[in-house]
Nanobody
Framework: QVQLVESGGGLVQPGGSLTLSCTAS????????MAWYRQAPGKQRELVAH???????DLADSVSGRFTISRDNAKNTVYLQMNSLEPEDTAVYYC???????????????WGQGTQVTVSS
């Protein structure tokens, strides 16, 4: 019913920048909180950044000051601007969204398929 598609990942040198995008499509009545997670090889998935429907944001300490999360509600899209990238940022990045598909439904969490970010010289 709801699909999340990420884009913008790739290979970047240390100190470089990337912007990830994630667009929700399908049967959508309303989108609430959206977030980015990441999972590095051999590690647990961790929350990177979170944004409410009203635009309030939270960032993990490890990315604060380097990453910015934003959203365009008209486009059902969330962004992750990543600056000053470090090798430790290498991971698969996933977006997630809380979605109500009809006015009669509650909120459900949906996930994208992930996009690889590799920071290496």
């Amino acid at each position: 019913q709801v699909q999340l598609v990420e884009s913008g990942g790739g290979l970047v040198q240390p100190g470089g920048s990337l912007t990830l995008s994630c667009t929700a499509s399908g049967r959508i009545f309303s989108i609430y909180d959206m977030a980015w997670y990441r999972q590095a090889p051999g590690k647990q998935r961790e929350l990177v950044a979170h944004i409410t429907s009203g635009g309030s944001t939270d960032l993990a300490d490890s990315v604060s000051g380097r990453f910015t999360i934003s959203r365009d509600n008209a486009k059902n899209t969330v962004y992750l601007q990543m600056n000053s990238l470090e090798p430790e940022d290498t991971a698969v990045y996933y977006c997630t969204a809380q979605v109500r598909v009809t006015v009669w439904d509650g909120r459900s969490d949906y996930w994208g398929q992930g996009t690889q970010v590799t920071v290496s010289s």
